[in-house]
């Protein structure tokens, strides 16, 4: 019986594979995004307001 859930077609695992790459091509373009905040965030150090306000307009 537990043979039987094993089994994946090959729908099931193209589907899968495609899960996959979209969370990390989506990891990726929010890091990609948010770059300048998340090295303030380690770096200790405060975005400047001007930098904000770039950064609004270009999302």
Known sequence: ????????????????IQVIVAALLGAAFWIK??????RAF????KLKPEDKKDK????
Not at 2 to 15: K, R
Not at 33 to 38: A, K, N, V, Y
Not at 56 to 59: D, F, G, P, S
């Open 1 to 16: 019986m537990l043979h039987n859930l094993l089994y994946i077609d090959p729908g099931s695992g193209s589907y899968f």
């Open 42 to 45: 380690f770096s200790g150090n």
């Open 33 to 38: 995004m948010s770059w300048q905040r998340i």
């Open 56 to 59: 609004e307009k270009t999302v």
